[in-house]
């Protein structure tokens, strides 16, 4: 007994300690002591527990490594049935939603609490007292599962509320999910165990969520954002803004997008600036939630069957649909590199129609044993290309075959070689197949290199045929009458095109080095090259020791930008491509030597700022001599990081590269 008051003590100390930390760092974002000090306090009680099984608490955040597993999930019943909700596909349908309320309620301009809709999974908890005593999951509403000990491992989960006017009773509703990084992780640990891989970040959370062993919910990054009450006994706000204002501050996560907006435009307005930032968050949203903020009047409003009338969901275009293969074939692109795609019965998805989609490689084809005539789920995300997510083998026609990969290049029947582990397949070819060649002049003509209008891929694909062009410099000796033969090319195209063949002669740098092609340089990298060298003839000369001062450029691009300036046929092209006339202004002197405020800086930017576009923010840094690199590196003088930045702050954090915030930044600009 003598021992007891001292450990007693120093649990109680230990507990609070860690709930503190905990909430610092999971709502406020703002930690105070380091991850390993946390570890080694965690340590301790765990330890203490363990020892003096009298002091264990339902709030104690040990409880945050899990259980051992459960046989099955309680059912628990929701004593105030968890609501689904409308869905507004388009304007009109938000003009309707606001109209009605309008109406109904006799009021000129109807406020709404509008935050972005996560693709996850509605839970609720019941917090007694101020102590999480359940955890549920939605089910159909009206009986869930019993899903407690997962929920406690929860890192964002309050065991304990903290702050004053908790009411004695609060169920709050939110939804669980995981970040693309979560989810990356999460199928890297089941890869490297040959374990189950999920096919996306809601199924993995769901699959988390209902894990019968917590101990394994606790291995994986589940987060969670709060957005409602169930049943509550005791005083709340009384509006919703409010009610999330609350919630903050009794240690309830919120989405720092939700902001108050008046009437159907505010709420439009909302959607788009939203659909706009939707592709750089680091979790998936499927539209946006507008919610009547004044709770009197959401009573009054009622409901309507199993959906409250003052909310409204406003959803994007679906990012995954379902269609079926018609056909599976091999690519061959402008480095070789052989990628296998999925022709595709035509589907609307993303906001627009798909009828390819990148299978990526031969492990790809090989992980979802894909077939012509399955049934597939195709993603479409922001800009990225369309890709083949799952089959659904439960469709799966009789007497399918599996897709052979070729041991040739189908274009011109050289070897294919693969390199990076066997995965990436490359034909052997080189300048020897024509597909790698019409893909190199495609990309020399194209809008962001050489800008030659008119020259599109079908005329590029003749010319390569018909032989009437090798390389890209034999473009410049085409002629009106080689020309006018060709299919999609009138007797008046053939004259704009070789006009504007003369015109794209006269370019800049940047341009030139971006069309030649060279592995691994992009537009930026080849923008980076030309303010550093300011002229081609001291990039071909530069050592790779000097390449490697330029930012975001390392020893793997070093190295391919020396060897293609040292192939003989390369140095026979440009030289071909300089006595067709082509040309840029030189400059002697790179940029940064002018002086100006930021010269020699190298920025990062990451995450999305609010007062301007990053665009803009690079513009704005390279007029004042910055230059601004897309990854972090130890040349890296500063991290800008907006809302919602990504793995590029942890980065800099771990190089000891300087982080500054939007305000910072702005000062910084405005020197
Ligand atoms: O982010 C969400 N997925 C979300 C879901 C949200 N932000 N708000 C929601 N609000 C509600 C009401 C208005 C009914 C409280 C919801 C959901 N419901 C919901 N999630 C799943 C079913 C219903």
Redesign the pocket.
Known sequence: MAVSAPIRNRVLKLRAALHEHNYRYHVLDDPVISDAEYDRMFGELQDLEARYPEFISADSPTLRAGAPPLKQFAPVNHKVA????SNAFDESDVLAFDRRIRERAEIEEVEYVA????????VSLLYERGVLVVGAT?GD?ETGEDVTMNIKTIKSVPLRLRGKNIPEILEV???VFLTHAGFRKLNEDQRSKAGKLFVNPRNAAAGSLRQLDSRLTAQRPLEI?F??VGRVAGKIPVTHRALLKAFKTWGLRV?PLAELVVGAEGCIEYYERIAKIRCRLSYD??GV?Y?VSDMSLQSKLGNISR??R??L?HKFPAQEESTVVQGIEVQVGRTGAVTPVARLRPVFVGGVTVSNATLHNRREIERLDIRVGDTVMVRRAGDVIPEVVSVTTGKRPPHTRRFKFPDACPVCGSEIVYEGEGIVARCSGGLYCSAQRKESIKHFASRRAMDIDGLGDKIVEQLVDKNLVQDAADLYSLTVEQLVGLERLAGKSAQNLVESLQRSKTTKLERFLHALGIGQVGETTAQQLAAHFGSLQAIIAAPVDDLVKVPDIGPVVAASIHTFFNQPHNAAVIQKLRQAGVTWPEHSTAPEDRGLPLSGKIFVLTGALSSMTRDEASRRLRDLGAKVAGSVSGKTDFVVAGSDPGSKVAKADRLGVAIVGESEFLDMIAL
């Open positions: 968890m609501l689904s909700l935050e972005p809709k996560l693709d996850g999974l509605a939605r509403g509703r939110g939804e954002f957005y409602g989405s949203i499927d939630v919610k959906a409250p003052w909310a969901a």
